[in-house]
């Protein structure tokens, strides 16, 4: 089974009754992922913004995914990953950075985490009680989530791929992740060619592409690292 970068963006919508007019209240990252590598140390920043006209109390979620794109994936608590801070308010049409530390050593399998980070209808503390007062009959509310990537020691990602008649069969036979994107089939010419679709691979994962037979596939393959061409013809 496939995973895209889509399942990984957590999105959740809820509504707070209160007295008034309607708003919508949105938070957003500056990155829908983040990658944690070898070569690098454990510490990365997310900033947290706050596009409505009211202060939003957040709080942090760090959850790590198991067997990520499997039939078995699923999600579990974790200390791997150290939010700081873990709660906190952010201002009308402001923003906040939240540090984040992967206490975890890297191993030698790619890591999988996600980080919600959701909106409460009210504050952590009396002094952000204002955030729940607001005068708003209906106020929808938005979590965001991110996909987090541990880069494993040694980095060995490996794509292998089987073709049989209109049927190819990709596999990540290596230990990292590998992102399948701007996928063509084409017959003749590259003026006559179908798009194909994207997909994140993790170890393990495979992905079937259904193409005519005489056509020629094309995918740019994305690592945390590095990307390159690569044509099945």
Partial sequence: MNVSISKYLLMGIFCILCCGTSAQ????????????????????????????????AIAVDPQVVIDPGLKTERLEPTTD????????????????TVRLLLKKPLGQTEQVYRMAFEPKSKGFSKDEEKISSVKTSIKV???VGLLILADPIPFTPKLEWNRSG???????????????????????????????????????????????ATSVVKFQKRTTRQVESIVVD
Avoid: W
């Fill in 81 to 96: 990953l150290i939010a700081t801070p873990k709660r906190f308010s952010v201002p009308a049409k402001g923003q906040r």
């Fill in 25 to 56: 209240a949105q938070i957003s990252v500056n990155s829908a992922i983040l990658y944690f590598r070898g070569n690098e140390r454990p510490i990365q920043n997310v900033i947290v913004f706050n596009s409505s006209d009211a202060p939003m």
């Fill in 141 to 143: 509310i938005t979590t």
């Fill in 166 to 212: 209109d049927k190819i069969l990709f596999t990540n036979s290596g230990n990292a992740n590998i992102f399948l994107e701007s996928g063509q089939s084409c017959i003749g010419s590259d003026s006559n060619c179908s798009e194909l679709p994207s997909t994140r691979l993790y170890p393990g994962n495979t992905f079937e592409v259904t193409a005519p």
